[in-house]
Structures are given as structure tokens and as C-alpha cells.
């Protein structure tokens, strides 16, 4: 089993609409967690860190559930400019733990 | 504030040849990173420096070697360059390579090797 899985996708989606990916981890060591969106031919860039709690910002939901080690985007009324793939990643507070990043998943929306 | 920057953003070797990717960093990070990127594969780490004076590796190290030149810069040279290693490159920085720290990309050297 990989270290971090995301479903590849991709999802279409019409504009407006609200969409989910989970991610699932195997390491129940792992401590921090992020969302980090990358658009076609550029670098990963950081959309969110994920809280224990949960946490928004504007239109992005993120949860975490340790429990079953996954983590969650929700991205409500979905805007043109966020078809990108979005991968997420797991990291652990033990030296040496390496910083590991799921496959990501490709969000298209459609106008 | 430039970031993580790299050099070359793009570059075709033939097989065998040399190469040195630089990754610089200004954010007084203490962690560097290279990755590879392949379609279907995601992000594989190559080898990654936990602070200057360290490296280790990571996933996928063979064919590679670093140097953690200073703080600041991190290189990945390719001594013999195969097909397979025909990806896009990354380097990243972090604070550190444990905790709730985040991890900062460069914008990527293309490679192709023919």
C-alpha cells in the first residue's frame, strides 16, 4: 500500500458546483498535513495547511480524521480558476521522517 | 523575496552526459529538497539535506548525486545521464524536514535525455 493515496481522477465539474477529494495516509505517526494545488507545468504551491480542528479559508475546506488517517478538501462554488491538480501531503515530527505527497488529483471545471 | 529559484528551466542532454541542476534558496530555510516528477508517478524524492553539512537520500537516488554547497544552495548533478531520468525536477525548501512546516517549491528544470 502507497504511504499517501488520492483518488487520480479527474473530476468535471460545472461551474459553481461543490467538490471533495479525500486522501488517505498510512503512517498513524503522521502529524502535520497540507493541500498544495499545482497548475499544468508550474511547481506545487501551498493552498492550505490542515488543522486537527478543521479549517477554511474563503471557498476551501479542510478536515482531517485521524481516526481513519485521511484528510479532506471541499471546494464550494468552484470558479474556472481552480482546475488544477491537487495533491496532498503528510509529515511526521521525527527527524528523518520524510515529507510525503500523495499522486494528486486532477479538478477540471467546466463553464 | 525571490524564493527557491533553479537553473536550468530547461535542458536536453544525450545519454551519458553530465549535468548540474542548481536550486538556491532566500528564505534562510534549513531543509533542502530535490524531487522528480513524472506523469502518473507524483512527486518522488531524490535526496533531500535536513541542514547544511547533510544529505540523505531518498526514494529514488540512484543515478544522482547532491551537495549541500551552503545554507543557501543545493545541487543535483547527474553524472551519466540515462533516458530514464527524463522528468521534471524540482527542488524545494523548509524550515525544517519534521513539524508543521511547509514546504516551498522552485519553478522546475525540465530534462530530457535522448
Known amino acids: ?111 | 523575496n525571490a524564493g527557491v529559484t533553479q537553473t536550468p528551466k530547461f535542458q536536453v542532454l544525450k545519454t551519458g552526459q553530465s549535468m548540474t541542476l542548481q536550486c538556491a534558496q532566500d528564505m534562510n530555510h534549513n531543509s533542502m529538497y530535490w524531487y522528480r516528477q513524472d506523469p502518473g508517478m507524483g512527486l518522488r524524492l531524490i535526496y533531500y539535506s535536513a541542514s547544511e553539512g547533510t544529505t540523505d537520500k531518498g526514494e529514488v537516488p540512484n543515478g544522482y548525486n547532491v551537495s549541500r554547497l551552503n545554507k543557501r544552495e543545493f545541487s543535483l548533478r547527474l553524472e551519466s545521464a540515462a533516458p530514464s531520468q527524463t522528468s521534471v525536477y524540482f527542488c524545494a525548501s523548509s524550515e525544517t524536514p519534521a513539524g508543521p512546516y511547509e514546504q516551498y517549491f522552485g519553478p522546475g528544470t525540465r530534462l530530457t535525455v535522448t
Open chain 1, 1 to 111: 500500500r502507497k504511504e499517501v493515496e488520492q483518488d487520480p481522477g479527474p473530476f468535471n465539474v460545472p461551474e459553481g458546483a461543490t467538490v471533495a477529494f479525500n486522501c488517505t495516509y498510512s503512517n498513524s505517526a503522521s502529524q502535520s498535513f497540507f493541500w498544495y494545488r499545482q497548475d499544468c507545468r508550474k511547481e506545487p504551491k501551498l493552498l492550505m495547511s490542515v488543522y486537527s480542528s478543521g479549517n477554511e479559508d474563503g471557498r476551501f475546506t479542510a478536515q482531517l480524521n485521524r481516526a481513519s488517517q485521511y484528510i479532506s478538501l471541499l471546494i464550494r462554488d468552484s470558479k474556472l480558476s481552480d482546475s488544477a491538480t491537487y495533491l496532498c501531503a503528510v509529515n511526521g515530527n521525527n527527524y528523518g521522517q520524510n515529507f510525503v505527497f500523495g499522486p494528486g488529483t486532477r479538478l477540471s471545471v467546466l463553464p
